[in-house]
């Protein structure tokens, strides 16, 4: 075991002087960058004047209030990994009680400030027991949705104890001076953040770095688990550090609530927030001294621009772009800080087993369902008005692109805030080309791409770094789109008539809000169609193997990096679809018609309906957009505020998984009457048999028709080499100048303690990790630069230690996936429905099952089998992968004692059957003895022996890595892994 990166690094400790005087240094350099920059445009007459120095005074005490956000947001993130989209919210909620406790109830100013930053550290202490906690099972989307019910929730009740105490009313800091620098005031509440600020951080700094309980909240947010291990409460240490965020948040709030109007719900929504963010991804989402110095940067380049180009919208711009050159100049990390598929929970609707799924009245249930729907949309408009029709499209539209949210985000697992955004550049295409060329099908086609491209574009930062980094850009572009991109002249300016569809094949313009619903709900279908398409074929299992576990896919040959974007492209299109429909149905379109919230909107609506199914982004529409249409008064808007958080609370996967049982309840009812056990046999807990496996194996001639292109070379000829690879993680050298060759057809044990540098070895020369000197070399090539997806590619495939594989997807899916390798999907063919080759890989994946003795298993999602299973699992996809040379890490963990000597067998078998050359970390010494023809010993990150087994059995200094025990009495007590340094 490997532990995971150490989060947080930058606010422990580091030694050498150098070092810790290594950041101040950079930001003072950072400052007389912008100075002198500053004094560069001046000097070209691209700053209008000399910018007067209360300008960045205003700036710096502006970013202060960025800079402390910006803090929270870091906090917040080491502890859950998610965004906190609550977190303005928390401290506009404090400010308001202090408002309150202050005027109303007379207390004196700094003891009702200490009362507000404690009632908004318990509000978010509150936040992150009962809302994120509750969702800890289900993916991080899903809470980060659940704050933004929070934040909404929060606004409406500070507006509710205080709406009184606002901007001039709002009390000044007690005792502090105010005076004037040139033409700017600086009041007591800016001289607080000036001078406090610092102050407050500082003290949290010395808190979390010198207190107990700092120590355990840092221990806590690097590691959970091994932080539990050593005693630490971590779910008590994340409340810990919400609870330090929200007080920051409040500390913002009451110093700056007397410098705006009113304190409203846009003066914390996405603008701040992403301000605030911006700061934290600069100190990358890890350090609080560089977010807090980030945000005043940033505060003091918004001032400049504001000083210099009033009114331009150049703020959002500006942040957009350092946010994707902030992320673009991060180093790759390590992919450890992933959430591990916790998709399950959100499942809308468990696959059927397939014997259910071949019944004629189970099969027409969807298709019918479908057209039902369809069918009632198309009746509507002669039961409602035509205005009623108009709003109705408008609900057709935000579903399009709510579909493509299902798309990028159930599927794929990105969580993208933008989607509006995107929608508005399909539209202001779908305008150009329809005015400029008169066909609107041209013009609907290409909107779809451009929107598309546009959508690639914007992912692209986000590829390399993991984790929310999608939703930060996406967030950045929601922001910068309404307020200058769409108002530039050459976009829709001050607004413009979009026109009404007109010309073949729709005949006269569509101008009444009945003849364009019928056009929207065609839109509607077509993109329904393309979404289902890609979730029935090959590519919806790419995605999904990403988004379950993205080492593995890649272990698997799958091209990441390719399928995101594919995903963004036809997340993309199908948006722009949905912004053509959304303009054409208004009489005119302006930066106005696609406000940031639309873009949040939409996301909470497809969570909310249910983001793994295909209608969910429907479901959720009818409740966001069409309650409140019903004249039901405040319980509609009740219902869709407070009610999205609580249902989400109920049920993590949303809408569907309330009306999910509607469905089985008929699915049972059919299989009753055709005398079929809807629930068959519970077979989870009781685990393949290797023994039976490996005679299936040996029975069956496992060969699959198709080879992989390259060919082996023949038995004894050099296959891998790794020549003086070397790794080290800060101080930990993993792996020091480790060579070795492993010839064709041989079986290679790699034994070693723990802590050895095996699976490092393992992850060099499979590519999931750059070595930092030396080479690797397969079948003759230096692939030393190739990906994991690659190196797959060229038959060299790797097994995991935990066996994971992809936790949503069932066995026959997982087995199909690895198909992929000799039998790649086609993207284009899938998204149009062709499915070609889907029927032969169904077929070869059922064999395949059938010869591992897994046929029980083949609809059962791979977390719900057991280790042992799970392996066999692994094993059937290993086959289907065509490998040349297998690296197989610890394939006995997990299996029962008594199954490992058939394991050595089925190992055996394999080998013969697919003339495989093998390489085996294991820490069973008599099963790796027994099957390998060669052995290599590692510790402390070299190499200490290698020969046949009996040779590095006594070994002196093998004897002497094992803990100075002999290995020869590990092999004998049969406990080699318990006892081997377990
Ligand atoms: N990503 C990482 N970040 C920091 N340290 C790491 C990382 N990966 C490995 N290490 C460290 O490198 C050393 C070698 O670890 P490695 O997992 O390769 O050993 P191993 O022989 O496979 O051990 P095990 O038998 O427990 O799997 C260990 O000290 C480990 O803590």
Same mark, same amino acid.
């Given at each position: 075991? =490997?532990?995971?990166?150490?989060?947080?690094?930058?606010?422990?400790?580091?030694?050498?002087?150098? &070092?810790?005087?290594?950041?101040?240094?950079?930001?003072?350099?950072?400052?007389?960058?912008?100075?002198?920059?500053?004094?560069?445009?001046? *000097?070209?007459?691209?700053?209008?004047?000399?910018?007067?120095? +209360?300008?960045? /005074?205003?700036? =710096?005490?502006?970013?202060?209030?960025?800079?402390?956000?910006?803090?929270?947001?870091?906090?917040?993130? #080491?502890?859950?990994?998610?965004?906190?989209?609550?977190? *303005?919210?928390?401290?506009?909620?404090?400010?308001?009680?202090?408002?309150?406790?202050?005027?109303?109830?007379?207390?004196?100013?700094?003891?009702?400030?200490?009362?507000?930053?404690?009632?908004?550290?318990?509000?978010?202490?509150?936040?992150?027991?009962? %809302?994120?906690?509750?969702?800890?099972?289900?993916?991080?989307?899903?809470?980060?949705?659940?704050?933004?019910?929070?934040?909404?929730?929060?606004?409406?009740? $500070?507006?509710?104890?205080?709406?009184?105490?606002?901007?001039?009313?709002?009390?000044?800091?007690?005792?502090?001076?105010?005076?004037?620098?040139?033409?700017?005031?600086?009041?007591?509440?800016?001289?607080?953040?000036?001078?406090?600020?610092?102050?407050?951080?500082?003290?949290?700094?010395?808190?979390?770095?010198?207190?107990?309980?700092?120590?355990?909240?840092?221990?806590?947010?690097?590691?959970?688990?091994?932080? #539990?291990?050593?005693?630490?409460?971590?779910?008590?240490?994340?409340?810990? $550090?919400?609870?330090?965020?929200?007080?920051?948040?409040?500390?913002?709030?009451?110093?700056?609530? +007397?410098?705006?109007?009113?304190?409203?719900?846009?003066?914390?929504?996405?603008?701040?927030?992403?301000?605030?963010?911006?700061?934290? %991804?600069?100190?990358?989402?890890?350090?609080?001294?560089?977010?807090?110095?980030?945000?005043?940067?940033?505060?003091?380049?918004?001032?400049?621009?504001?000083? @210099?180009?009033?009114?331009?919208?150049?703020?959002?711009?500006?942040?957009?772009?350092?946010?994707?050159?902030?992320?673009?100049?991060?180093?790759?990390?390590?992919? &450890?800080?992933?959430?591990?598929?916790?998709?399950?929970?959100?499942?809308?609707? &468990?696959?059927?087993?397939?014997?259910?799924?071949?019944?004629?009245?189970?099969?027409?249930?969807?298709?019918?369902?479908?057209? =039902?729907?369809?069918?009632?949309?198309?009746?509507?408009?002669?039961?409602?008005? @035509?205005?009623?029709?108009? =709003?109705?499209?408008?609900?057709?539209?935000?579903?399009?692109?709510?579909?493509?949210?299902?798309?990028?985000?159930?599927?794929?697992?990105?969580?993208? /805030?933008?989607?509006?955004?995107?929608?508005?550049?399909?539209?202001?295409?779908?305008?150009?080309?329809?005015?400029?060329?008169?066909?609107?099908? /041209?013009?609907?086609?290409?909107?779809?791409?451009?929107?598309?491209?546009?959508?690639?574009?914007?992912?692209?930062?986000?590829?390399?770094?993991?984790?929310?980094?999608?939703?930060?850009?996406?967030?950045?572009?929601?922001? $910068?789109?309404?307020?200058?991109?769409?108002?530039?002249?050459?976009?829709?300016?001050?607004?413009?008539?979009?026109?009404?569809?007109?010309?073949?094949?729709?005949?006269?313009?569509?101008?009444?809000?009945?003849?364009?619903?019928?056009?929207?709900?065609?839109?509607?279908?077509?993109?329904?169609?393309?979404?289902? @398409?890609?979730?029935?074929?090959?590519?919806?299992?790419?995605?999904?193997?990403?988004?379950?576990?993205?080492? @593995?896919?890649?272990?698997?040959?799958?091209?990441?990096?390719?399928?995101?974007?594919?995903?963004?492209?036809?997340?993309?299109?199908?948006?722009?679809?949905?912004?053509?429909?959304?303009?054409?149905?208004?009489?005119?379109?302006?930066?106005?018609?696609?406000?940031?919230?639309?873009?949040?909107?939409?996301?909470?609506?497809?969570?909310?309906?249910?983001?793994?199914?295909?209608?969910?982004?429907?479901?959720?529409?009818?409740?966001?957009?069409?309650?409140?249409?019903?004249?039901?008064?405040?319980?509609?808007?009740?219902?869709?505020?407070?009610?999205?958080?609580?249902?989400?609370?109920?049920?993590?996967?949303?809408?569907?998984?309330?009306?999910? +049982?509607?469905?089985?309840?008929?699915?049972?009812?059919?299989?009753?009457?055709?005398?079929?056990?809807?629930?068959?046999?519970?077979?989870?807990?009781?685990?393949?048999?290797?023994?039976?496996?490996?005679?299936?194996?040996?029975?069956?001639?496992?060969?699959?028709?198709?080879?992989?292109?390259?060919?082996?070379?023949?038995?004894?000829?050099?296959?891998?080499?790794?020549?003086?690879? &070397?790794?080290?993680?800060?101080?930990?050298?993993?792996?020091? *100048?480790?060579?070795?060759?492993?010839?064709?057809?041989?079986?290679?044990?790699?034994?070693?303690?723990?802590?050895?540098?095996?699976?490092?070895?393992?992850?060099?020369?499979?590519?999931?990790?750059?070595?930092?000197?030396?080479?690797?070399?397969?079948?003759?090539?230096?692939?030393?630069?190739?990906?994991?997806?690659?190196?797959?590619?060229?038959?060299?495939?790797?097994?995991?230690?935990?066996?994971?594989?992809?936790?949503?997807?069932?066995?026959?899916?997982?087995?199909? /996936?690895?198909?992929?390798?000799?039998?790649?999907?086609?993207?284009?063919?899938?998204?149009?429905?062709?499915?070609?080759?889907?029927?032969?890989?169904?077929?070869?994946?059922?064999?395949?099952?059938?010869?591992?003795?897994?046929?029980?298993?083949?609809?059962?999602?791979?977390?719900?089998?057991?280790?042992?299973?799970?392996?066999?699992?692994?094993?059937?996809?290993?086959?289907?992968?065509?490998?040349?040379?297998?690296?197989?890490?610890?394939?006995?963990?997990?299996?029962?004692?008594?199954?490992?000597?058939?394991?050595?067998?089925?190992?055996?078998?394999?080998?013969?059957?697919?003339?495989?050359?093998?390489?085996?970390?294991?820490?069973?010494?008599?099963?790796?003895?027994?099957?390998?023809?060669?052995?290599?010993?590692?510790?402390?990150?070299?190499?200490?022996?290698?020969?046949?087994?009996?040779?590095?059995?006594?070994?002196?200094?093998?004897?002497?890595?094992?803990?100075?025990?002999?290995?020869?009495?590990?092999?004998?007590?049969?406990?080699?892994?318990?006892?081997?340094?377990?």
């Amino acid at each position: 075991m =490997t532990p995971p990166e150490a989060a947080g690094d930058s606010v422990i400790s580091r030694p050498g002087l150098l &070092r810790r005087a290594r950041k101040p240094f950079l930001q003072i350099l950072a400052f007389a960058a912008a100075v002198a920059l500053t004094k560069i445009l001046d *000097g070209r007459g691209i700053i209008q004047a000399a910018t007067p120095f +209360p300008v960045i /005074l205003l700036g =710096t005490i502006v970013g202060m209030t960025y800079g402390l956000l910006a803090v929270g947001i870091v906090l917040v993130y #080491r502890s859950n990994r998610i965004i906190n989209f609550a977190h *303005g919210q928390i401290g506009a909620f404090g400010a308001a009680f202090f408002g309150v406790a202050a005027v109303k109830w007379h207390i004196p100013y700094w003891i009702a400030f200490a009362m507000a930053l404690l009632v908004s550290a318990a509000t978010a202490a509150a936040a992150e027991t009962g %809302v994120v906690r509750r969702l800890r099972s289900a993916p991080r989307i899903v809470s980060i949705v659940a704050t933004l019910g929070v934040g909404q929730f929060l606004v409406v009740l $500070a507006t509710l104890i205080n709406s009184t105490a606002s901007g001039p009313l709002y009390p000044q800091p007690a005792w502090l001076p105010a005076f004037d620098v040139g033409g700017l005031r600086v009041t007591q509440a800016y001289s607080g953040m000036l001078f406090l600020s610092p102050l407050f951080v500082l003290a949290i700094v010395v808190f979390l770095k010198r207190s107990r309980f700092g120590l355990a909240v840092r221990a806590a947010a690097a590691n959970p688990e091994s932080a #539990r291990m050593s005693g630490i409460f971590a779910s008590r240490m994340s409340t810990l $550090a919400w609870a330090i965020a929200g007080a920051l948040s409040a500390f913002t709030a009451i110093l700056t609530a +007397p410098t705006q109007g009113f304190v409203g719900a846009d003066s914390f929504g996405p603008g701040l927030l992403l301000r605030a963010l911006t700061a934290a %991804v600069i100190g990358r989402m890890q350090s609080l001294p560089v977010a807090l110095a980030s945000g005043v940067g940033l505060g003091i380049v918004e001032q400049l621009l504001l000083w @210099n180009y009033p009114q331009s919208g150049l703020v959002e711009v500006t942040m957009f772009l350092i946010i994707l050159v902030a992320l673009l100049v991060q180093r790759r990390r390590g992919g &450890r800080d992933e959430e591990k598929g916790s998709w399950a929970a959100v499942q809308g609707l &468990r696959a059927l087993p397939e014997k259910l799924q071949r019944l004629p009245a189970v099969r027409v249930m969807g298709p019918a369902f479908t057209i =039902t729907s369809i069918a009632a949309l198309a009746i509507l408009p002669l039961f409602i008005s @035509n205005s009623l029709s108009v =709003t109705v499209t408008g609900i057709i539209a935000f579903s399009i692109v709510g579909l493509s949210i299902g798309v990028l985000t159930g599927l794929g697992g990105q969580l993208t /805030l933008g989607q509006f955004a995107v929608a508005a550049i399909g539209a202001v295409i779908s305008f150009k080309v329809s005015t400029s060329s008169g066909s609107f099908l /041209l013009a609907l086609l290409l909107a779809g791409l451009g929107a598309g491209l546009v959508s690639v574009v914007i992912g692209l930062p986000a590829l390399r770094l993991r984790g929310l980094m999608l939703t930060v850009t996406t967030l950045a572009f929601a922001l $910068a789109a309404p307020v200058w991109l769409l108002t530039q002249p050459w976009m829709l300016g001050e607004g413009l008539d979009p026109g009404k569809p007109s010309g073949w094949p729709f005949g006269g313009p569509l101008e009444t809000g009945r003849d364009y619903y019928y056009f929207a709900l065609a839109l509607f279908v077509v993109a329904l169609v393309l979404a289902w @398409n890609i979730r029935r074929s090959g590519f919806s299992r790419l995605l999904v193997a990403i988004r379950d576990n993205e080492e @593995n896919a890649r272990a698997f040959a799958v091209r990441a990096s390719l399928v995101k974007l594919q995903g963004y492209l036809a997340g993309g299109f199908i948006a722009g679809i949905g912004g053509a429909t959304y303009a054409h149905s208004l009489s005119s379109i302006s930066a106005g018609s696609f406000p940031t919230s639309a873009s949040i909107d939409v996301v909470v609506m497809t969570v909310l309906g249910g983001v793994s199914v295909l209608i969910g982004p429907v479901l959720g529409a009818i409740w966001v957009l069409g309650l409140p249409l019903l004249d039901i008064g405040n319980i509609g808007l009740a219902a869709t505020k407070f009610g999205a958080l609580l249902l989400i609370l109920w049920k993590a996967g949303g809408l569907i998984q309330v009306v999910a +049982p509607i469905r089985d309840w008929i699915v049972r009812f059919i299989a009753r009457r055709h005398g079929i056990d809807p629930e068959p046999s519970h077979v989870g807990d009781d685990p393949a048999d290797a023994a039976a496996t490996a005679q299936g194996v040996r029975t069956s001639g496992l060969r699959l028709s198709e080879r992989a292109a390259a060919s082996a070379p023949p038995a004894g000829t050099p296959l891998l080499q790794a020549r003086d690879l &070397r790794k080290s993680f800060g101080g930990v050298h993993a792996v020091r *100048g480790v060579s070795f060759e492993v010839r064709a057809g041989e079986t290679v044990g790699l034994i070693g303690p723990n802590g050895a540098g095996k699976t490092t070895t393992f992850e060099l020369l499979g590519g999931f990790t750059r070595p930092d000197t030396g080479q690797v070399f397969f079948n003759g090539e230096d692939v030393s630069k190739v990906g994991p997806e690659g190196r797959a590619q060229r038959g060299l495939i790797r097994s995991f230690q935990d066996a994971a594989l992809f936790p949503t997807m069932t066995v026959k899916e997982t087995v199909m /996936l690895s198909l992929e390798r000799v039998q790649p999907t086609g993207f284009l063919t899938s998204t149009l429905g062709v499915m070609l080759g889907e029927r032969k890989k169904e077929r070869q994946a059922g064999a395949l099952i059938a010869a591992m003795g897994l046929d029980r298993y083949r609809d059962k999602p791979i977390q719900e089998l057991s280790t042992g299973t799970r392996r066999i699992t692994e094993i059937a996809c290993l086959v289907a992968l065509q490998p040349m040379c297998l690296l197989l890490d610890e394939p006995s963990s997990g299996v029962a004692q008594r199954e490992t000597e058939a394991l050595g067998q089925l190992l055996a078998e394999l080998k013969r059957e697919l003339d495989l050359t093998l390489v085996v970390i294991e820490h069973d010494i008599p099963l790796i003895m027994g099957i390998s023809d060669r052995i290599i010993a590692m510790a402390d990150g070299e190499l200490i022996a290698e020969g046949p087994p009996d040779v590095v059995r006594n070994h002196p200094r093998v004897v002497d890595a094992y803990l100075g025990g002999s290995i020869t009495a590990i092999e004998r007590s049969g406990t080699g892994a318990a006892s081997a340094g377990r």
